[in-house]
Protein backbone atom coordinates (compact mmCIF):
# COMPACT_ATOMS: atom_id res chain seq x y z
CA UNK A 1 0.00 0.00 0.00
CA UNK A 2 2.82 2.24 -0.21
CA UNK A 3 2.44 2.52 -3.88
CA UNK A 4 -1.03 4.25 -3.78
CA UNK A 5 0.19 7.29 -4.46
CA UNK A 6 1.45 6.22 -7.64
CA UNK A 7 -2.37 4.93 -8.46
CA UNK A 8 -3.59 8.71 -6.85
CA UNK A 9 -1.05 10.38 -8.94
CA UNK A 10 -2.01 8.41 -12.07
CA UNK A 11 -5.64 8.64 -12.03
CA UNK A 12 -5.21 12.56 -11.17
CA UNK A 13 -3.24 13.09 -14.25
CA UNK A 14 -5.03 10.86 -16.87
CA UNK A 15 -8.44 13.16 -15.39
CA UNK A 16 -6.59 15.95 -15.71
CA UNK A 17 -5.42 15.30 -19.12
CA UNK A 18 -8.39 13.88 -20.78
CA UNK A 19 -10.55 17.52 -19.17
CA UNK A 20 -7.96 19.42 -21.17
CA UNK A 21 -8.09 17.53 -24.37
CA UNK A 22 -11.61 16.99 -24.70
CA UNK A 23 -13.28 20.19 -22.91
CA UNK A 24 -10.45 22.59 -22.86
CA UNK A 25 -8.75 22.43 -25.88
CA UNK A 26 -11.61 22.43 -27.93
CA UNK A 27 -13.40 25.58 -26.84
CA UNK A 28 -9.45 26.83 -27.39
CA UNK A 29 -9.99 26.22 -31.26
CA UNK A 30 -13.19 26.93 -31.30
CA UNK A 31 -12.52 30.69 -29.28
CA UNK A 32 -9.96 31.20 -32.09
CA UNK A 33 -12.19 31.79 -34.89
CA UNK A 34 -12.79 34.52 -36.37
CA UNK A 35 -15.37 36.65 -34.46
CA UNK A 36 -16.83 38.82 -36.81
CA UNK A 37 -17.75 35.84 -38.66
CA UNK A 38 -21.43 35.50 -39.38
CA UNK A 39 -23.01 32.65 -40.35
CA UNK A 40 -24.45 32.74 -44.14
CA UNK A 41 -26.76 30.51 -42.66
CA UNK A 42 -30.47 31.83 -42.33
CA UNK A 43 -33.02 30.92 -39.40
CA UNK A 44 -35.19 28.29 -40.16
CA UNK A 45 -38.87 28.76 -40.72
CA UNK A 46 -42.13 27.49 -38.53
CA UNK A 47 -42.09 24.63 -41.68
CA UNK A 48 -38.28 23.99 -42.28
CA UNK A 49 -38.52 23.43 -38.32
CA UNK A 50 -41.47 20.82 -38.65
CA UNK A 51 -39.47 19.27 -41.74
CA UNK A 52 -36.19 18.78 -39.58
CA UNK A 53 -38.41 17.14 -36.74
CA UNK A 54 -39.87 14.74 -39.59
CA UNK A 55 -36.57 14.56 -40.73
CA UNK A 56 -35.16 12.97 -37.60
CA UNK A 57 -38.82 11.01 -36.66
CA UNK A 58 -37.87 9.38 -40.08
CA UNK A 59 -34.46 8.46 -39.64
CA UNK A 60 -32.84 10.30 -42.14
CA UNK A 61 -30.15 11.10 -40.15
CA UNK A 62 -29.36 7.34 -39.34
CA UNK A 63 -28.04 7.61 -43.61
CA UNK A 64 -27.44 10.82 -44.10
CA UNK A 65 -24.56 13.14 -42.86
CA UNK A 66 -24.90 16.98 -42.75
CA UNK A 67 -21.17 17.78 -42.94
CA UNK A 68 -18.66 17.81 -45.83
CA UNK A 69 -15.32 16.79 -44.42
CA UNK A 70 -12.32 18.80 -45.30
CA UNK A 71 -10.03 17.71 -48.68
CA UNK A 72 -7.36 16.95 -45.79
CA UNK A 73 -9.64 13.89 -44.25
CA UNK A 74 -11.00 12.59 -47.00
CA UNK A 75 -13.01 12.68 -50.58
CA UNK A 76 -15.65 14.55 -50.14
CA UNK A 77 -14.27 17.53 -52.04
CA UNK A 78 -14.60 14.93 -55.01
CA UNK A 79 -18.44 13.98 -54.64
CA UNK A 80 -19.63 17.42 -55.40
CA UNK A 81 -21.12 17.67 -52.10
CA UNK A 82 -19.71 21.67 -51.22
CA UNK A 83 -17.24 23.78 -49.23
CA UNK A 84 -16.19 22.26 -45.93
CA UNK A 85 -18.35 22.81 -43.23
CA UNK A 86 -17.43 25.27 -40.84
CA UNK A 87 -19.10 25.38 -37.30
CA UNK A 88 -21.23 28.77 -38.20
CA UNK A 89 -23.06 26.55 -40.88
CA UNK A 90 -24.64 24.75 -37.66
CA UNK A 91 -25.26 27.84 -35.79
CA UNK A 92 -29.41 27.33 -35.46
CA UNK A 93 -29.36 23.63 -35.33
CA UNK A 94 -30.25 22.40 -31.65
CA UNK A 95 -29.41 19.24 -32.05
CA UNK A 96 -26.79 19.01 -34.47
CA UNK A 97 -27.46 16.45 -37.51
CA UNK A 98 -23.73 15.89 -38.70
CA UNK A 99 -24.10 12.13 -38.88
CA UNK A 100 -22.05 9.37 -38.76
CA UNK A 101 -23.01 7.18 -41.21
CA UNK A 102 -23.31 7.73 -45.23
CA UNK A 103 -25.35 4.95 -46.69
CA UNK A 104 -26.82 7.71 -48.77
CA UNK A 105 -24.96 10.65 -50.17
CA UNK A 106 -24.40 13.90 -47.84
CA UNK A 107 -27.37 16.59 -47.47
CA UNK A 108 -25.82 19.24 -46.13
CA UNK A 109 -26.08 21.41 -49.49
CA UNK A 110 -29.12 19.59 -50.89
CA UNK A 111 -31.05 22.47 -51.40
CA UNK A 112 -28.79 23.50 -54.00
CA UNK A 113 -27.56 20.26 -55.89
CA UNK A 114 -31.15 19.36 -56.39
CA UNK A 115 -32.97 22.89 -56.05
CA UNK A 116 -36.62 21.03 -57.71
CA UNK A 117 -39.42 20.69 -54.98
CA UNK A 118 -41.05 18.13 -57.13
CA UNK A 119 -37.65 16.07 -57.62
CA UNK A 120 -37.80 16.25 -53.79
CA UNK A 121 -40.95 14.82 -53.61
CA UNK A 122 -40.38 11.96 -55.88
CA UNK A 123 -37.57 11.54 -54.21
CA UNK A 124 -39.49 11.07 -50.91
CA UNK A 125 -42.51 9.32 -52.78
CA UNK A 126 -40.25 6.78 -54.97
CA UNK A 127 -36.46 6.83 -54.88
CA UNK A 128 -36.15 4.36 -57.72
CA UNK A 129 -38.41 5.94 -59.83
CA UNK A 130 -35.38 9.02 -59.82
CA UNK A 131 -32.50 6.97 -58.97
CA UNK A 132 -32.49 3.51 -60.52
CA UNK A 133 -29.93 2.01 -57.42
CA UNK A 134 -31.20 3.93 -54.50
CA UNK A 135 -31.87 1.93 -51.29
CA UNK A 136 -33.64 4.33 -49.34
CA UNK A 137 -36.66 3.59 -48.49
CA UNK A 138 -39.85 5.19 -50.39
CA UNK A 139 -42.06 7.43 -48.05
CA UNK A 140 -45.55 7.25 -49.92
CA UNK A 141 -47.33 7.26 -46.64
CA UNK A 142 -46.68 11.20 -46.76
CA UNK A 143 -48.94 11.02 -50.65
CA UNK A 144 -52.30 11.03 -51.93
CA UNK A 145 -52.03 9.21 -55.04
CA UNK A 146 -55.08 10.43 -57.53
CA UNK A 147 -55.77 9.40 -61.21
CA UNK A 148 -56.99 11.88 -63.25
CA UNK A 149 -56.38 12.71 -66.85
CA UNK A 150 -57.86 16.30 -66.42
CA UNK A 151 -55.92 18.82 -64.44
CA UNK A 152 -54.88 17.18 -61.25
CA UNK A 153 -55.44 19.37 -57.69
CA UNK A 154 -53.21 22.02 -56.72
CA UNK A 155 -49.66 21.16 -56.18
CA UNK A 156 -49.75 17.50 -57.29
CA UNK A 157 -46.97 16.12 -59.42
CA UNK A 158 -47.33 13.55 -62.20
CA UNK A 159 -45.48 10.51 -61.35
CA UNK A 160 -42.81 9.69 -63.77
CA UNK A 161 -43.75 6.92 -66.82
CA UNK A 162 -47.84 7.34 -65.45
CA UNK A 163 -49.80 9.70 -68.11
CA UNK A 164 -52.95 9.73 -65.36
CA UNK A 165 -51.13 9.28 -61.69
CA UNK A 166 -49.69 11.92 -59.93
CA UNK A 167 -49.09 12.49 -56.33
CA UNK A 168 -49.88 15.12 -53.72
CA UNK A 169 -47.74 15.91 -50.69
CA UNK A 170 -49.16 15.78 -47.07
CA UNK A 171 -48.07 19.17 -44.56
CA UNK A 172 -45.70 16.57 -43.29
CA UNK A 173 -44.15 15.96 -46.62
CA UNK A 174 -44.56 19.81 -47.71
CA UNK A 175 -42.47 20.73 -44.41
CA UNK A 176 -39.94 18.35 -44.63
CA UNK A 177 -39.39 19.00 -48.60
CA UNK A 178 -38.28 22.62 -47.45
CA UNK A 179 -36.52 21.54 -44.77
CA UNK A 180 -34.18 19.95 -47.33
CA UNK A 181 -34.31 22.83 -49.51
CA UNK A 182 -33.11 25.31 -46.62
CA UNK A 183 -30.09 23.23 -46.55
CA UNK A 184 -27.38 25.57 -48.55
CA UNK A 185 -24.47 25.26 -46.96
CA UNK A 186 -22.24 26.68 -50.04
CA UNK A 187 -21.77 30.06 -49.21
CA UNK A 188 -19.02 31.38 -47.35
CA UNK A 189 -19.30 32.88 -44.00
CA UNK A 190 -19.47 36.72 -44.14
CA UNK A 191 -17.66 39.41 -42.03
CA UNK A 192 -19.38 41.74 -39.70
CA UNK A 193 -18.39 44.82 -41.58
CA UNK A 194 -19.86 43.46 -45.09
CA UNK A 195 -22.88 42.81 -43.70
CA UNK A 196 -25.56 45.65 -45.04
CA UNK A 197 -27.28 47.37 -42.15
Request: charged residues 25%.
Amino acid sequence: MNKAYIFVLGGTSTITLSIFLFVLAPRIQVSAIDKDAISAQLPYTEAELKGRKSYIENGCIYCHSQQVRDPVAGADKHFGWGRPSLPSDYIYDKPHLLGTMRTGPDLSNIGTRQPSRDWQHLHLYDPRSLVEWSIMPGFPFMYEVVTSTDSPKPGAIRIPGKTDQWIVPDDEAENLVSYLMSLKRDREPMKASEVKQ
